[in-house]
């Protein structure tokens, strides 16, 4: 494993602390000791990534720098545990989810995990942790301190919570309306499509569900031969804003009079026109009103 390098404004953004007080913290404290270069520009290490995560979330939690900065390494993850164990607060479980994932500690993420599907409800554990959760993860992605082995980790172990949920609801499927989900050829982000699933599962509503990379010419085949009542995609990968439209133009053809969903942050950047039939879907909230309406 590299061991990568971040600036002290790479630190203030992950950890939360003012770039002011780690100087403070380093000269009063002698937290950390980062390389310097020939212009005196500090350079820090995954470990001292690592610590200052710990260190912060112990200071945010009533406990004094000047204590916390002697401790040895095992006391501060036994505090940490502890910290856990008592907090039920969203912005607690985030960033103890976040410590677990950069310190590899893969049987304490899995039960913080089960612990928050328990303690809020799995669709509420998704919309108040795990998507936060996975928005701060973009932020680690910019700054160079995620490795795809970590987020592949965590992605997959909370895909395969969303697919066992489904089986679990599987008999659930009540209603008429059929609901198709998909995502476009080279779209790989499949948790939001999965969760919206399982969302619609949970009201009743059949669903089909093709996940990723689905090619347009089967998209053709089926809205030719299957009678579905609604689609569902998502638009999150980077496109063009002509392949976007032309997409949608081709989708409204495919599925005509049918009611289409789309989500995702390439329709906020491109701002295509949409046919009739086409809805945005903002949220969750959005969604789950426009199921109770159908």
């Given at each position: 494993?590299?061991?990568?390098?971040?600036?002290?404004?790479?630190?203030?953004?992950?950890?939360?602390?003012?770039?002011?007080?780690?100087?403070?913290?380093?000269?009063?404290?002698?937290?950390?000791?980062?390389?310097?270069?020939?212009?005196?520009?500090?350079?820090?290490?995954?470990?001292?990534?690592?610590?200052?995560?710990?260190?912060?979330?112990?200071?945010?939690?009533?406990?004094?720098?000047?204590?916390?900065?002697?401790?040895?390494?095992?006391?501060?993850?036994?505090?940490?545990?502890?910290?856990?164990?008592?907090?039920?607060?969203?912005?607690?479980?985030?960033?103890?989810?976040?410590?677990?994932?950069?310190?590899?500690?893969?049987?304490?993420?899995?039960?913080?995990?089960?612990?928050?599907?328990?303690?809020?409800?799995?669709?509420?554990?998704?919309?108040?942790?795990?998507?936060?959760?996975?928005?701060?993860?973009?932020?680690?992605?910019?700054?160079?301190?995620?490795?795809?082995?970590?987020?592949?980790?965590?992605?997959?172990?909370?895909?395969?919570?969303?697919?066992?949920?489904?089986?679990?609801?599987?008999?659930?499927?009540?209603?008429?309306?059929?609901?198709?989900?998909?995502?476009?050829?080279?779209?790989?982000?499949?948790?939001?499509?999965?969760?919206?699933?399982?969302?619609?599962?949970?009201?009743?509503?059949?669903?089909?569900?093709?996940?990723?990379?689905?090619?347009m010419d089967d998209l053709k085949k089926?809205?030719?031969?299957?009678?579905?009542?609604?689609?569902?995609?998502?638009?999150?990968?980077?496109?063009?804003?002509?392949?976007?439209?032309?997409?949608?133009?081709?989708?409204?053809?495919?599925?005509?009079?049918?009611?289409?969903?789309?989500?995702?942050?390439?329709?906020?950047?491109?701002?295509?026109?949409l046919p009739r039939n086409f809805k945005?879907?903002?949220?969750?909230?959005?969604?789950?009103?426009?199921?109770?309406?159908?």
């Amino acid at each position: 494993m590299n061991d990568s390098l971040y600036s002290i404004r790479d630190l203030e953004l992950l950890s939360g602390i003012k770039a002011h007080t780690i100087r403070i913290w380093e000269k009063r404290y002698n937290l950390l000791n980062p390389e310097r270069t020939q212009t005196n520009i500090r350079n820090y290490c995954d470990n001292d990534l690592r610590k200052l995560l710990n260190i912060a979330m112990l200071v945010k939690h009533g406990y004094k720098i000047s204590k916390v900065s002697t401790f040895p390494e095992e006391e501060i993850r036994e505090l940490i545990v502890s910290i856990q164990e008592n907090t039920k607060g969203s912005s607690n479980f985030v960033d103890t989810l976040l410590l677990h994932m950069v310190n590899f500690n893969d049987n304490e993420f899995n039960a913080l995990i089960n612990q928050i599907i328990s303690t809020f409800g799995f669709e509420e554990a998704f919309v108040d942790v795990i998507f936060p959760f996975f928005q701060k993860i973009g932020i680690y992605w910019q700054v160079g301190s995620i490795f795809p082995a970590q987020e592949h980790y965590v992605s997959n172990l909370i895909r395969q919570k969303i697919i066992a949920e489904i089986d679990r609801n599987y008999s659930n499927q009540t209603r008429k309306e059929t609901i198709l989900f998909y995502l476009r050829q080279n779209e790989q982000h499949e948790l939001s499509l999965l969760f919206y699933s399982l969302m619609a599962l949970l009201r009743g509503y059949k669903i089909i569900y093709l996940g990723q990379s689905v090619p347009m010419d089967d998209l053709k085949k089926i809205g030719a031969t299957l009678d579905t009542d609604f689609v569902f995609t998502a638009f999150i990968n980077s496109i063009e804003k002509e392949n976007l439209q032309s997409h949608l133009n081709l989708l409204s053809e495919y599925f005509t009079g049918k009611r289409v969903f789309i989500t995702g942050q390439q329709l906020e950047i491109h701002e295509p026109d949409l046919p009739r039939n086409f809805k945005v879907v903002a949220n969750h909230k959005d969604f789950s009103k426009y199921l109770g309406k159908a």
